[in-house]
Each structure stands twice: as structure tokens, then as C-alpha cells.
């Protein structure tokens, strides 16, 4: 029994031979592979064709005659009989290296497609021109490029280097890495690289499900070394991924984060990586209430197929950054990042836009985030429809319009709770809420958790990690016996007692 034929972006179906084949040839030929049948009707009902031969000598002509440049080696015409009906099937692969338009109308609006869905649209004259400099004009890469300073320092990354076990050698550092172009000079990639990189990523918290729901909050990484910022960013990133922690009856804790960590990783890892950073921003993450998006400026290279660029097909847009990338562990050579996201998420969570490419991650549950009116501190709440409200460990009965919570206790069988430090001015029934320390257990578990990432933090990068004050990072330390700092106030670090 023959599968039922339905039209998709990647199949066209035609009733007969007519005038716009030409068209759904160069459609598929400028955006991806697809194919054609002939002899089928637009609901999938098979009405096969009279005078193949005829036809296969017409599609050849198309063929010929009307796709500039030569597209022969791309489309490929067979016969099929399904059910006792003849049909042509033509098979389009995606042209290589050329964009392909009707020969009649040349590089034009009337005369170049591409495939958006199951139509076929025209560009504009501005759309050619951008899609013939991203694709078919000669490409410049990070390392062809020179860096407008060629005064440098590698430092971090040779420190990088050496704690993975590579020997450092200085006469030959610059070419080892691809830190130099064919005229010697210091190049882009250096620049990404070098202690006091001109970069910046952003890392931007709204208050709701969209941008137009205003920023929370915007913390900035960059101006050092591109693997620092990426790496602190991500640090960052994972103390908003705690998450709220639950008691279970009288069970034990558990911690619910709001999403996938290593989804996450491998999507920012890979945003990095293939950032079009010749003449792109940064990329950078917006968080929401219900999801986080990595956003990644440029675009798949013209030699990957979006099916390949699914199954983890690995085709670097910066080569030589991702040899970096890979003798540091932190991604994996074999394309790894893309079939691991998907294990967890389907590929809705991908957008490929003309020029960006967007990872949208959902959240396990919708964060309510609410302003309150003091200046000074921005209150978050995790609301649920029936619950209590959560702030981290602590639940609030807010049935009453006062409170007043001291000394840090939980009456689970009343739903009455008591939070030590934490006291609720009332005035005119509105609640005021000072600007309080976090439980310090809770505390000291994230402290741990970036000093294992890193520890070479300071106190002060640790407090603005956390969003809490240094001193009330100072006073836990304080508390940790097993945690304490060796050498140097500016070369030293952390040590860290199992």
C-alpha cells in the first residue's frame, strides 16, 4: 500500500507540467534539496501523466535553457508507476556554489526563489545582494582578518592551555594557535582570545514571557579573555538555574531546575563557536519567565544542510576557534551539542533565521516575577495557582495582609512558616520588604559550586555572580573551614578540602 503524499517545504506536488516548474526548481536549488511530482494533485490523490516521454524531453529543456547556471547536476528527473499510474518524481539538490535564478529574468526580483515553507517567494534586490556576500562571495575567516591593535597579552589562555597539559612554547605560540595571519600581523582570532579582548556579552533577565515585558536586570561579561566571558556567563547563568527547592512532607529536599544544564552548555558553547564575529555582535541570552533563548548572530554555512546541521554534522563557521575549543574540552569534535539538545527538547526549541540563529529553551514551570516598590531590591516570587509562594527555600502564607516572620522554621502540618532574618513591615496593608541576606546554607551550596567551576574568583565576582552583597559573601566564607584561599591576594586561589 502506498503511502499517503502530502506537500511539505521539501515537496512540491504538481497535477501536471506547467510553466512554473521552472520556478520550484530554482527555489530548491537556492535553499535546500527537495522534489517534485508530477502526475499528483495538491490533496495527495495520485492521477498519473500521459506521454512521459514527451515530458522528460520537456523537463530536460527546462532544465537547460531556463536555470542559469547550469543546474544539470543537480536535478534528476525518473519515472515512477504507483498503483498502474505513471508519475515523474524530480529530485533538486541544493546548488553549491552559485545562486541560481530563471535565465530569462537573471539576478533579479522576477527571476530568483527560495523555498519558505510549501510556496516558493521571490527576493528582493537587497536580499540578493546580502545572500550573495553571506554565501557566494570569497569568505574572509577570523584568522585572514587583522586586529585593528597588534599590541597583545595571552595569559589566560595560556594558562588554559597549560592546565589541560600543553606545553607552552613562545617562539611558536602564535602559529600553533592561528593567532597570526600570512603577513604575520596579529589577527581577529587573537583579539577574541587575548587578555583584554574587546568583547562584551550580555546576559539580560525580563520581566515577563517577551522583551516588551521590560528588563529586570543586565549583567555584562567581556573586556578579557572571550573563554573567561563565555565561561562566566555561564556561571551566572547556572546560579539562575537553581531553581526553587521543595520540601516534600517531611521528606527530603529537592532542588528542580528550570531547565536542562547541559542542553544549555552545548547551546551556548556552539552560539560562541559559530558567531559570525567578522562583523556581528556578540551572541548573547535573554532570560524570561518561561524560557531562556541563546541568540547567535550569522547563519549555517552554505555547505550544511539544515538535516545535516540536526544529526550533529560538524562544519565549524570558525575552524580554527573550535581546535581551541575542543584541546580546552570544551565541546566535543565529533557534533555532539546539537543531537544532545535534542534528546531533551524536540526541534521546536531552534529558530535559523536569514542571519541569526536562535536556541529557545523552555522552563520546567513559569517564573512570576514581580517589582516591588523599593529602589534598591527587585522581589521575585515563584507563584503557583494554589500554593503557597516559594523564594528559593522559603514559603510564604500570604493569606494575611501582616506579618511579621522571624527565626528560619517551617510548620508543615499547619502551613504556617517562619523565616529567621526575614521580617515583613506592614504600613497601610502594604508590605515592605528590607533588603535581606539569603539563608546561608543555601548560600554556602552556590559559593561551593562556582569555586569548584572556578577558583580563582574574587569576592567581589562572587557576590555580583550571586546578587548579594561581598560582605555577606566574606561572613559565609568565613563559615567554610574547608574553603580558604592560598598564595597571593592577586595570583593566589581558592583551596578546597574534600
Known sequence: MTKHIQENHSTELKRS??????????????????????????????????DIDQKLKRISEIIKDRIAPSAIEFIHPRVEEIRGLFIIRIQVAKGLKQ??????????????????????????????????????????????????????????????????GYHINDESFYTNYSLVNKQGKLNLLASLLCDEANISIKVVRFNGTQKADGIIDRSEFGYQCLLWAMQKAEGYVETLNLGSSTIQDLGPRKDINLFDKESFKQAWYNACL?????????????VYTNHIEIVSNGTLRSDLSIDEFYRGVSKPVNRELSDIFIKLGLIEQSGFGIPRILKIYDKSVFELLDHTLIVSLPFRYEVKRRRKTNKNLVQIFDESQNE?????????????????????????????????????????????????????????????????????LSKFELSQMIRISKATVTRALRQMPNVYWVGSSKGGHWHIEE
Open 99 to 164: 545562486l541560481y535564478y530563471l535565465r530569462k529574468y537573471g539576478q533579479s526580483p522576477e527571476g530568483v526563489f527560495v523555498r519558505k515553507g510549501t510556496t516558493n517567494r521571490s527576493l528582493t534586490h537587497e536580499e540578493i545582494q546580502r545572500r550573495y556576500e553571506l554565501d557566494y562571495a570569497p569568505k574572509l575567516s577570523i584568522v585572514d582578518v587583522e586586529a585593528n591593535h597588534q599590541k597583545m597579552s595571552f595569559s589566560m589562555l595560556k594558562n588554559y592551555l597549560v592546565e589541560r
Open 388 to 456: 503557597p509562594q516559594k523564594i528559593g527555600d522559603l514559603r510564604f502564607d500570604t493569606q494575611n495582609d501582616t506579618q511579621k516572620v522571624r527565626d528560619l522554621r517551617f510548620d508543615t502540618q499547619n502551613d504556617t512558616q517562619k523565616v529567621r532574618d526575614l521580617r515583613f513591615d506592614t504600613q497601610n496593608d502594604t508590605q515592605k520588604r528590607n533588603l535581606v541576606e539569603e539563608d546561608l546554607t543555601e548560600l554556602k551550596k552556590r559559593l561551593l559550586k562556582l569555586l569548584k567551576d572556578d577558583n580563582k
Open 274 to 286: 559559530h558567531n559570525q564575529w567578522i562583523d556581528q555582535p556578540s551572541p548573547a541570552i535573554y
Open 17 to 50: 507540467l506547467t510553466e512554473q516548474l521552472d520556478k520550484t526548481m530554482v527555489a530548491f536549488l537556492n535553499t535546500h534539496e527537495g522534489e517534485i511530482l508530477l502526475g499528483v494533485k495538491d490533496n495527495g490523490d495520485i492521477v498519473g501523466l500521459e
